[in-house]
């Protein structure tokens, strides 16, 4: 709908820049740099080589989402940003462009979470998340539940990671294995020839004494890495396929496990699943088996949408806008720690609407594909 908020989302706060451009809940344009070719050889992301990436990738991405999308800057209704968590650099780089942009076209400016945008992405491919909605996030950085009873305001954490979050540990294993890096699709990719069940790998804090939603998995990190190293040193040969089938099944068993009983006791017969893992095709089947069985309805978003981009940031700038909520000011910085209590960054001097622009001057709007 034409009355919909047209909403740009910038998103830099790891190793992607991403552009998109939302009217509503309807995606126009997804735009992604990524640099990950560029850390591949360092075994993980390096934040110095991200943000100059990011720096490099920017403009020409905004070009291009503006361009995919077939609207003109200054029609947009206002501009998101992932204001944190996240590489405190990375993230700096996004919010500068942002708040120049912003201050340029004379619009409201959203400095968002990236944890909240991860969920809000959803409403792009399944519709308004309903209310309450339980969010299992899992990502390099992140193992999450969190309950969201108003994605602009109101997010609350139930569990998170204690140590390895779930993306990390398959990074490192996919290291120890010899199988490059990013982790995340090279063991999905592996995993589907092996058996899940050869190898009994433990499954973290899951005994009766145990945190009911945290998550640790350095413990299962460290239990795959000896018994490769232990195969290795007797000289015989690593069953990789075996070792990824199963080790992926640890990951994936108590992810759902817990996301599971985390909606039954919370009394939620939702759960959005998010972040970067959730494009992992065994957590696919094994949530959609266990919440099938619980009557719980599973909402996952497509994998281009569930690794970071722009189109999440500008689906909950966009949430802001249609919600009233009041925008950032012009001094919103990084915080690579944002808590996901935090679904944005208001103003202080703006309680209610969109922030007031009358001081700005469209400077330079002809240069900025207007």
Not at 39 to 57: K, M, N, Q, T, Y
Not at 207 to 226: E, H, N, Q
Request: proline share 5%; aromatic share 4%.
């Amino acid at each position: 709908m034409a009355d919909e908020p047209l909403v740009l989302g910038i998103e830099t706060s790891c190793d992607e820049t991403g552009v998109g451009i939302v009217r509503g809940t309807t995606l126009l344009a997804d735009a992604v740099a990524s640099s990950v070719d560029e850390h591949a050889r360092f075994g993980g992301v390096v934040p110095e080589v991200a943000s100059r990436a990011h720096l490099e990738a920017m403009v020409p991405t905004i070009e291009r989402a503006l361009k995919e999308a077939g609207v003109g800057a200054k029609d947009l209704d206002g501009i998101a940003v992932t204001a944190g968590p996240g590489l405190a650099g990375a993230l700096l780089v996004g919010v500068s462009a942002a708040k120049a942009y912003a201050y340029a076209l004379g619009k409201p400016l959203y400095g968002v979470n990236h944890l909240a945008s991860h969920i809000c992405v959803d409403q792009l491919e399944h519709g308004p998340l309903p209310e309450p909605t339980m969010a299992l996030l899992v990502s390099g950085g992140h193992s999450s539940l969190l309950l969201s009873e108003d994605i602009t305001a109101d997010v609350r954490p139930m569990g998170a990671t204690i140590d390895d979050a779930a993306g990390e540990a398959f990074d490192k294993i996919a290291r120890v294995l010899d199988l490059g890096f990013p982790g995340g699709p090279v063991i999905d990719r592996y995993a589907r020839e092996g058996d899940p069940e050869a190898i009994a790998f433990p499954r973290g804090l899951t005994g009766p004494r145990d945190a009911a939603y945290d998550f640790s998995f350095s413990g299962l990190k460290t239990a795959v890495a000896r018994w490769i190293e232990a195969k290795r040193a007797a000289g015989e040969e690593v069953p990789v396929r075996d070792v990824a089938a199963s080790f992926q099944e640890a990951v994936v068993d108590v992810l759902t496990r817990k996301a599971v009983r985390a909606c039954r006791d919370a009394g939620v017969d939702h759960l959005m699943i998010g972040g970067g893992v959730a494009a992992n095709s065994r957590l696919r089947v094994l949530a959609q088996e266990r919440c099938e069985a619980a009557g719980i309805r599973l909402r996952v978003p497509r994998p281009k949408l569930c690794t970071d981009n722009g189109a999440m940031v500008a689906a909950l700038g966009a949430e802001m806008v249609a919600r009233g909520r009041a925008a950032s000011d012009w001094d919103l910085s990084a915080d690579s720690s944002l808590p996901v209590t935090d679904p944005h960054v208001p103003g202080r001097a703006h309680a209610h609407g969109a922030q007031s622009h009358d001081h700005v001057h469209e400077v330079g709007e002809e240069n900025l594909y207007s």
